[in-house]
């Protein structure tokens, strides 16, 4: 018996020898933690800020809460700080973050900064704040001083950042992110509840805007045909997310918002490869998000239909970057009341951008604050923008009211009424068809619905060759020969491009280049005082529905010309400009909702600055202002669901 034991004892010595004598190669990333408090959720990075000297006082708190504790950091400039100081600044606090609160005062760390070590030197009483149970004192220098805010502190000393989670509830992302120490991304590894995906910021208290970082702090929710480095871009097709790996780089225009301070929060949410869909009919792959104005179920237009959603939707987002190649930036905008633009083409480099048509694509924002619109728009554009406050007397209007019969209609009047007082313009009527008809080129006889009839078509067809032959190809190879599933709007066109002969897109090159040539020399020509000799307004939004759950025939291909097109196929600006909001009774609440009123400005090519200018003067005119997230671009409140 003893014998038959031995020989399996025996085998499992050796192959635990064999174990122990071998090198086991693993890779073990801390990424951070989640914790409640006060009843919301935060995400505790795995990064360590800075490390102090753990107090009598703050030990035994931190024993007591297991080894975490939360804690407000304040800067005292002397030895004067007290509880005055202190009150001032929680106030300050609580008005200006949206990630601090109350719960951080369990404990105070009092950091006095350009001022001596003191020994004996004992913190300050802060006995009226009776939510502070303990107070510490640190000194630091410049090189280590802690950003004031809310943190997390260890048993050891170690202090993390606090980063508020909250839930996107909406659908405007794809996948939210938290930022590697070498500048990389990575998935964020945390949720809440709300049936959503959880989305992580940091307390705005940590940043300050200097001439370097004018973005500090600033959170940014990115379009998903962005590359980011150690992120997968999805282009809104799930075989091409799961197909290729995470990106080697980040895009230039993204970079250059990092550099300047832009906190990324996520890659949000586009129809597929940028393609203009519909809710519910097109949207395959992905669910389209909710718009959240109204009664909740308004389509969000697309291409940035992510970074719409999310910038309607949501105080603690800031800034979103979309893309525009035929009205994906000012679409989206116009129906959730938000500042958008399509810039003059040319203005921020393509790398690292999903193409659809390069004599199209260009990046822009979708925003509800125009100063942090202007001031990223500045650090995207770089020298490709100069600021002026020169304005052209003339004002053209593209199909405007005349008469007040609604509403939308009353807004645009009154709007139009006051930027002709302030600018002492004149207003004119500008019919594109006849303006063409009277001073087209000579060598051209058709009209201009006739020429640029199928230009948008055919130019976006190019995303056969740039995209999906390339795609096709490397999926086909690696799966015995199969494709990837393809929505029904960009496999639509995808097959009308096939059908072309090859001469059709050379033909459409040359007619945008008739036209853009037309534009700029008789409708908005090049000033050397105000930059553009005039603006072009055309209604942007009147509060029309578009509902989500309609059904809806086939889809088909984006021929014709209208006003929208005048930017696209001109390369000039097209800035969308939220006015208001009109009623209108929904089929989805049976009740009175409200939806955005928007006017959409035009100018000469290169002339964004001028109209970024004219929109700093409107807003300290009290002509225009922000909006709000939510329900109501006026006036907030909460999202119907």
Same mark, same amino acid.
């Given at each position: 018996?003893?014998?038959?034991?031995?020989? #399996?004892?025996?085998?499992?010595?050796?192959?635990?020898?064999?174990?122990?004598?071998?090198?086991?190669?693993?890779?073990?990333?801390?990424?951070?933690?989640?914790?409640?408090?006060?009843?919301?959720?935060?995400?505790?990075?795995?990064?360590?800020?800075?490390?102090?000297?753990?107090?009598?006082?703050?030990?035994?708190?931190?024993?007591?809460?297991?080894?975490?504790?939360?804690?407000?950091?304040?800067?005292?400039?002397?030895?004067?700080?007290?509880?005055?100081?202190?009150?001032?600044?929680?106030?300050?606090?609580?008005?200006?973050?949206?990630?601090?609160?109350?719960?951080?005062?369990?404990?105070?760390?009092?950091?006095? /900064?350009?001022?001596?070590?003191?020994?004996?030197?004992?913190?300050?009483?802060?006995?009226?704040?009776?939510?502070?149970?303990?107070?510490?004192?640190?000194?630091?220098?410049?090189?280590?001083?802690?950003?004031?805010?809310?943190?997390?502190?260890?048993?050891?000393?170690?202090?993390? !950042?606090?980063?508020?989670?909250?839930?996107?509830?909406?659908?405007?992302?794809?996948?939210?992110?938290?930022?590697?120490?070498?500048?990389?991304?990575?998935?964020?590894?945390?949720?809440?509840?709300?049936?959503?995906?959880?989305?992580?910021? #940091?307390?705005?208290?940590?940043?300050?805007?200097?001439?370097?970082?004018?973005?500090?702090?600033?959170?940014?929710?990115?379009?998903?045909?962005?590359?980011?480095?150690?992120?997968?871009?999805?282009?809104?097709?799930?075989?091409?997310?799961?197909?290729?790996?995470?990106?080697?780089?980040? *895009?230039?225009?993204?970079?250059?918002?990092?550099?300047?301070?832009?906190?990324?929060?996520?890659?949000?949410?586009?129809?597929?490869?940028?393609?203009?869909?519909?809710?519910?009919?097109?949207?395959?792959?992905?669910?389209?998000?909710?718009?959240?104005?109204?009664?909740?179920?308004?389509?969000?237009?697309?291409?940035?239909?992510?970074?719409?959603?999310?910038?309607?939707?949501?105080?603690?987002?800031?800034?979103?970057?979309?893309?525009?190649?035929?009205?994906? =930036?000012?679409?989206?905008?116009?129906?959730?009341?938000?500042?958008?633009?399509?810039?003059?083409?040319?203005?921020?480099?393509?790398?690292?951008?999903?193409?659809?048509?390069?004599?199209?694509?260009?990046?822009?924002?979708?925003?509800?604050?125009?100063?942090?619109?202007?001031?990223?728009?500045?650090?995207?554009?770089?020298?490709?923008?100069?600021?002026?406050?020169?304005?052209?007397?003339?004002?053209?209007?593209?199909?405007?009211?005349?008469?007040?019969?609604?509403?939308?209609?009353?807004?645009?009047?009154?709007?139009?009424?006051?930027?002709?007082?302030?600018?002492?313009?004149?207003?004119?009527?500008?019919?594109?068809? !006849?303006?063409?008809?009277?001073?087209?080129?000579?060598?051209?006889?058709? /009209?201009?619905?006739?020429?640029?009839?199928?230009?948008?078509?055919?130019?976006?067809?190019?995303?056969?060759?740039?995209?999906?032959?390339?795609?096709?190809?490397?999926?086909?190879?690696?799966?015995?020969?199969?494709?990837?599933?393809?929505? #029904?709007?960009?496999?639509?066109?995808?097959?009308?491009?096939?059908?072309?002969?090859?001469?059709?897109?050379?033909? *459409?090159?040359?007619?945008?280049?008739?036209?853009?040539?037309?534009?700029?020399?008789?409708?908005?020509?090049?000033?050397?005082?105000?930059?553009?000799?005039?603006?072009?307004?055309?209604?942007?939004?009147?509060?029309?529905?578009?509902?989500?759950?309609?059904?809806?025939?086939?889809?088909? =291909?984006?021929?014709?010309?209208?006003?929208?097109?005048?930017?696209?196929?001109?390369?000039?600006?097209?800035?969308?400009?939220?006015?208001? !909001?009109?009623?209108?009774?929904?089929?989805?609440?049976?009740?009175?909702?409200?939806? #955005?009123?928007?006017?959409?400005?035009?100018?000469?090519?290169?002339?964004?600055?001028?109209?970024?200018?004219?929109?700093?003067?409107?807003?300290? *005119?009290?002509?225009?202002?922000?909006?709000?997230?939510?329900?109501?671009?006026?006036?907030? !409140?909460? =999202?119907?669901?």
């Amino acid at each position: 018996m003893v014998a038959r034991c031995y020989l #399996p004892v025996a085998s499992a010595l050796l192959l635990l020898s064999q174990f122990t004598s071998t090198t086991f190669a693993f890779k073990f990333t801390p990424t951070g933690q989640t914790v409640q408090l006060d009843g919301s959720s935060y995400y505790v990075p795995p990064d360590v800020v800075s490390t102090i000297t753990v107090s009598k006082h703050l030990k035994k708190a931190l024993d007591s809460a297991g080894g975490l504790l939360p804690f407000t950091v304040v800067n005292a400039g002397s030895f004067t700080y007290g509880e005055k100081d202190f009150s001032q600044d929680i106030a300050a606090y609580t008005a200006r973050d949206d990630v601090f609160s109350k719960g951080f005062m369990e404990a105070v760390y009092v950091q006095y /900064s350009n001022v001596s070590n003191q020994r004996g030197f004992s913190a300050p009483r802060l006995s009226s704040n009776s939510s502070v149970s303990v107070v510490t004192t640190g000194f630091a220098s410049n090189t280590s001083t802690i950003p004031t805010g809310p943190y997390f502190v260890t048993s050891t000393g170690a202090v993390h !950042e606090a980063w508020k989670l909250f839930s996107d509830v909406q659908g405007a992302f794809l996948e939210t992110t938290i930022t590697n120490k070498d500048g990389t991304f990575s998935v964020l590894p945390a949720n809440v509840e709300g049936q959503s995906l959880a989305i992580a910021v #940091p307390s705005r208290l940590y940043f300050t805007k200097t001439e370097e970082k004018p973005l500090a702090g600033v959170r940014l929710g990115i379009k998903d045909i962005y590359d980011i480095a150690g992120l997968r871009t999805s282009n809104g097709n799930r075989a091409w997310y799961h197909f290729y790996p995470a990106a080697n780089e980040t *895009a230039v225009t993204v970079q250059r918002l990092i550099n300047a301070g832009a906190v990324i929060v996520g890659k949000m949410k586009t129809s597929q490869f940028a393609n203009g869909e519909v809710a519910t009919a097109d949207w395959v792959d992905y669910h389209e998000p909710f718009n959240p104005r109204g009664d909740g179920y308004q389509d969000t237009s697309s291409s940035s239909s992510g970074p719409g959603a999310g910038a309607a939707a949501y105080d603690w987002l800031d800034l979103t970057l979309g893309s525009d190649t035929g009205g994906s =930036i000012r679409n989206p905008s116009q129906v959730q009341g938000l500042f958008g633009n399509r810039p003059s083409w040319g203005l921020a480099p393509l790398d690292g951008i999903m193409p659809m048509a390069p004599q199209l694509d260009t990046p822009g924002f979708l925003t509800r604050h125009p100063d942090i619109w202007i001031a990223a728009s500045k650090v995207l554009y770089s020298d490709n923008i100069t600021m002026s406050h020169s304005y052209p007397s003339k004002i053209q209007t593209i199909n405007w009211p005349t008469t007040n019969d609604s509403v939308a209609d009353g807004l645009l009047l009154n709007f139009l009424d006051k930027v002709t007082t302030m600018l002492n313009a004149s207003t004119t009527t500008l019919n594109l068809t !006849e303006k063409w008809s009277q001073t087209h080129p000579v060598n051209v006889t058709s /009209s201009v619905l006739d020429l640029m009839n199928l230009t948008y078509a055919v130019l976006i067809g190019q995303q056969t060759t740039s995209l999906r032959d390339p795609f096709y190809a490397a999926y086909s190879a690696a799966n015995a020969g199969r494709v990837p599933f393809i929505n #029904p709007v960009p496999m639509t066109r995808w097959a009308w491009a096939d059908s072309l002969p090859k001469s059709y897109l050379p033909a *459409a090159i040359a007619n945008k280049t008739i036209f853009e040539i037309w534009i700029s020399e008789n409708v908005l020509v090049a000033d050397d005082k105000t930059c553009s000799d005039s603006l072009a307004f055309y209604v942007g939004g009147k509060g029309s529905t578009n509902y989500r759950n309609a059904y809806r025939k086939a889809p088909g =291909i984006p021929t014709g010309f209208d006003t929208s097109r005048v930017s696209n196929m001109g390369s000039g600006p097209d800035f969308v400009i939220p006015i208001g !909001e009109a009623p209108y009774f929904s089929n989805i609440t049976l009740r009175t909702e409200y939806l #955005p009123v928007s006017v959409d400005i035009l100018a000469a090519k290169g002339c964004d600055g001028m109209i970024f200018g004219l929109v700093q003067d409107l807003v300290k *005119a009290g002509v225009v202002k922000g909006t709000r997230a939510g329900y109501s671009g006026v006036t907030g !409140e909460q =999202i119907l669901f």
